[in-house]
């Protein structure tokens, strides 16, 4: 799988949008962009994934560029709750996952 | 829907003993996994299930490591005279199964397993 690129940490005030860049520059074709975080002590969760196009779900929104060489979670209206560590991955088909350092969220009242 | 659930969410044992986790995927998910995660550390994978096989063994660390699934449902990671160095976070997780190309993993909460 292709290796990924994310800040160390990043503070977000609450109620504001958080934008959490990643880059993948050495992605291929086929693979997808997955993000996962994982507030402590708690298991990963799953927030969102896409391959080509933009994405968004209840919990955010996946903006790819159209080189596919990075992307961008974002998180519209952060709270105190999506304090965390965020992961980028870059995968198809394997099933072992594994997350790289990610990114340290705090969210600030 | 409910997620994927893991029981117990705690276990303190000592060294020397069995302990049994469980794990209950989500409903109609054909593939479950199990991973490590020591305090700090990265995800460790143990075993993959598709169904109530397991062709990928190759994570677990030693033969005091076994896990079986039945009825393609719940799972049970059974790890016999635990040793200091087992302590860590124990997670499952399910998919519909890897014949998707967007097989999306969903993880339980984890047991904390702590061996004194």
């Known amino acids: 799988d292709a290796k990924t690129t994310q800040p160390t940490s990043m503070d977000c005030a609450e109620g504001r949008a958080a934008n959490l860049p990643c880059n993948h520059s050495t992605i291929s074709g086929n693979e997808y962009v997955y993000w996962y975080r994982q507030i402590h002590s708690q298991g990963p969760q799953y927030i969102i994934h896409g391959l080509k196009n933009n994405e968004t779900n209840e919990m955010a929104s996946l903006i790819i560029t159209e080189d596919r060489k990075s992307s961008t979670l974002i998180l519209p209206h952060a709270t105190l709750r999506d304090t965390a560590v965020y992961y980028c991955i870059v995968r198809v088909g394997d099933y072992k996952l594994s997350f790289g350092a990610g990114t340290t969220v705090t969210v600030r009242a | 829907g409910a997620g994927v659930s893991q029981s117990p969410s705690n276990k303190v044992t000592e060294k020397g003993k069995d302990v049994e986790l469980r794990c209950d995927p989500i409903s109609g998910h054909t593939a479950l996994y199990w991973y490590r995660q020591r305090l700090g550390q990265g995800l460790e994978f143990l075993i993959y299930?598709?169904?109530?096989?397991?062709?990928?063994k190759s994570g677990l660390p030693s033969d005091r490591f076994s896990a079986e699934r039945t009825g393609e449902s719940v799972s049970t990671l059974t790890i016999q005279r635990t040793q200091q160095e087992d302590s860590a976070v124990y997670l499952c997780a399910s998919s519909l199964g890897v014949i998707y190309r967007t097989d999306t993993q969903y993880f339980g909460p984890g047991t904390r397993l702590t061996v004194l």
């Open positions: 299930f598709q169904g109530n096989s397991a062709p990928d």
